[in-house]
């Protein structure tokens, strides 16, 4: 029996070093919506900056986003993990200057992201349970 219990003991113990080793959370919120063919992904990090990704070939434009990291910048007004009103402020942009025709696919390849904060464009977020809402949109939490 004391072996029994020896052996029980090690196994759970085996067990929560495991279960300790698993990845870890760094703190990032994800949300993704589609619309018009493309998934957008708005990812919040803990240092009070965002990213928004978009993939997809949209219905309206024709144009096709490959992996493009459309825009970046800062947060403020809540943490996005809970329910809040985040004013978030665009400091990078894709550079579509070039005019992109139907059929082209972008990539941060050929639309470079360019600071554009002296523009201070900024919008507002509005985070409630699992959906995030801005302009319109509402995205789920990933």
Same mark, same amino acid.
């Not at 004391?2 to 052996?7: M, N, R």
């Given at each position: 029996?004391?072996?029994?219990?020896? *052996?029980?003991?090690?196994?759970?113990?085996?067990?929560?070093?495991?279960? /300790?080793?698993?990845?870890?959370?760094?703190?990032?919120? $994800? +949300?993704?919506?589609?619309?018009?063919?493309?998934? $957008?992904?708005?990812?919040?990090?803990?240092?009070?900056?965002?990213?928004?990704? =978009?993939? /997809?070939?949209?219905? $309206?434009?024709?144009?096709? +986003?490959?992996? *493009?990291?459309?825009?970046? /910048?800062?947060?403020?007004?809540?943490?996005?993990?809970?329910?809040?009103? *985040?004013?978030?402020?665009?400091?990078?942009?894709?550079?579509?200057?070039? /005019?992109? =025709?139907?059929?082209?696919?972008?990539?941060?390849?050929?639309?470079? *992201?360019?600071?554009?904060?002296?523009?201070?464009?900024?919008?507002?977020?509005?985070?409630?349970?699992?959906?995030?809402?801005?302009?319109?949109?509402?995205?789920?939490? =990933?």
């Amino acid at each position: 029996m004391k072996k029994t219990l020896t *052996l029980l003991a090690i196994v759970v113990m085996i067990a929560f070093v495991f279960t /300790g080793c698993g990845e870890k959370d760094d703190g990032t919120t $994800v +949300f993704t919506g589609t619309g018009n063919g493309v998934t $957008v992904t708005f990812t919040f990090y803990p240092d009070g900056t965002w990213s928004e990704i =978009q993939n /997809g070939t949209s219905t $309206v434009v024709g144009v096709t +986003f490959s992996d *493009l990291t459309n825009s970046r /910048g800062t947060y403020t007004g809540g943490n996005p993990r809970n329910d809040c009103v *985040l004013s978030l402020v665009i400091t990078h942009a894709a550079d579509t200057s070039w /005019g992109p =025709q139907r059929g082209a696919v972008l990539t941060n390849e050929n639309c470079p *992201l360019v600071d554009v904060s002296r523009s201070r464009v900024t919008f507002e977020a509005i985070i409630t349970g699992n959906t995030m809402s801005l302009q319109g949109v509402t995205l789920t939490r =990933q």
